[in-house]
């Protein structure tokens, strides 16, 4: 590997570092190990293992087809020896987290080596199993098929990693459907996956173990907080203070069941847009009302938010995660978006593909959402329920 290709891979795995930094920071590795080894040292990468010179002594090769016989000379080449915690992280065995919901399926792998939790695969699919839901109480033939090409795909990178654990939750989706036990038995019964319902009250305090870790690892510790996971068929809302349980509401706001239940087109016309709002800020109602240090804002439509802000070509994680977008500039992205076609909203920067007619009503709940607890801002957290269900299998 040379400086090079090791550049690439840190631009592919830190989008947001700069091409000519990669590259020294390569060059200036490359160059420290090649001194190193010039000088008979090792090189230790703590918790991986350790680059060491060694001299090979000269030998006498022979070519099997003629017997003819070669000298190698003498020379110096490295090799690196694993150190014994990375053999044994590496043989940790993977477990599985999948997040159902109404529309996306998501999974997670990831480790728990020494008290210490790694995420390290995150999958999705835009399968839509809720779409007819508001109108038939079914999940359709259609919405069926695309879940099951999902979990098909799910399955094989399963197995391909040799995961024996694994926590499926459904949420809103399955709570509402006439046929969800049924769409739940084929799914055991075709992928060996047990899928479990959680109701809204579960789902919330998942969302929470969630967003509670992913704010730990931003050192932020407010004392006070309010955590909004707006779902494709329900909005969980939590109430957060140090020393008291969470409160917790569940309320219908999903933007795939609003997208459904209003007939939403594109472009919104003015009358539509503000018969959505009206509609939400009525909802919110029913919350009580207290203003949070902070609110934090969670789940597919969050990601989606930042995304646009940011204007990502592809998801990042780690620039979402974080990321705090204000009052004034949701606003402006309502305006913008909604007076576009879904021809248009396909192509505009940091669109996820499968979500631009859920864009209105996303953005006008967090619009109210902020409104009506009279902030300016929220901070998006990436995550949340789907990484809470590795935390709860590791007992965190």
């Known amino acids: 590997m040379t400086g090079k290709d090791l550049a690439k891979k840190l631009l592919s795995t830190f989008p947001d570092l700069e091409s000519e930094v990669a590259l020294s920071l390569t060059n200036a590795f490359f160059e420290t190990l090649k001194s190193a080894m010039k000088d008979g040292h090792s090189v230790e990468l703590r918790g991986f293992g350790t680059f060491q010179p060694r001299v090979c002594k000269g030998v006498i090769f022979v070519n099997p087809k003629n017997n003819q016989r070669y000298y190698v000379q003498e020379k ?38 020494e008290d210490t939790p790694s995420f390290l695969l995150r999958e999705r699919a835009n399968v839509r199993l809720g779409e007819g839901l508001c ?33 499926a939750i459904g949420t809103a989706v399955f709570r509402k459907a006439k046929n969800a036990l049924e769409f739940i038995a084929e799914v055991e019964k ?60 569940s309320i219908d706001l999903g ?30 109602k029913e919350l009580p009302y207290t203003k949070p240090e902070m609110l934090v804002i969670t789940g597919g439509s969050a990601s989606l938010l ?25 606003a402006k992205m309502a305006q913008r978006l909604t007076s576009m076609t879904l021809s248009q909203l396909s192509r505009v920067k940091g669109m996820e ?27 998006i957290s990436e995550f949340g329920i789907l990484e809470a269900t590795l935390l709860s299998l590791w007992g965190l």
Request: aromatic residues 12%.
């Open 353 to 379: 593909r499968g979500r631009e007619d859920l864009v209105a009503p996303a953005l006008c709940v967090y619009l109210e959402l902020l409104s009506y607890f009279q902030l300016d801002s929220a901070l």
């Open 306 to 330: 930042g995304s646009l802000d940011l204007k990502l070509k592809i998801y990042d994680q780690r620039a979402l995660h974080g990321h705090r977008i204000t009052l004034e500039r949701i």
């Open 190 to 249: 075709s992928f060996g996956i047990k899928i479990e319902i959680l109701s809204p009250e579960e789902e919330a305090k998942y969302t929470l173990k969630g967003v509670k870790f992913g704010l730990e690892m931003l050192d932020y510790k407010p004392k006070s907080f309010v955590v909004v996971d707006v779902g494709g068929g329900s909005t969980e809302v939590i109430y957060y203070k140090e020393d008291f349980e969470p409160i917790i509401y």
């Open 76 to 113: 110096k080449r490295v090799v690196f020896r694993t150190g014994t915690e990375f053999l044994e992280r590496l043989n940790t065995p993977f477990d599985a987290g999948l997040d159902l919901g109404t529309q996306t399926f998501r999974l997670i792998l990831g480790k728990h080596f």
């Open 255 to 284: 933007v795939v069941a609003l997208r459904d239940f209003f007939g939403l087109r594109y472009p919104l016309t003015t009358k539509a847009l503000q018969s959505l709002r009206d509609y939400i800020r009525d909802k919110l």
């Open 135 to 167: 109108e038939s109480g079914l999940i359709c033939d259609a919405a069926k098929e695309r879940g099951f090409s999902a979990l098909k795909n799910f399955k094989e990178i399963l197995d391909r990693y040799e995961v024996k654990n694994i926590k």
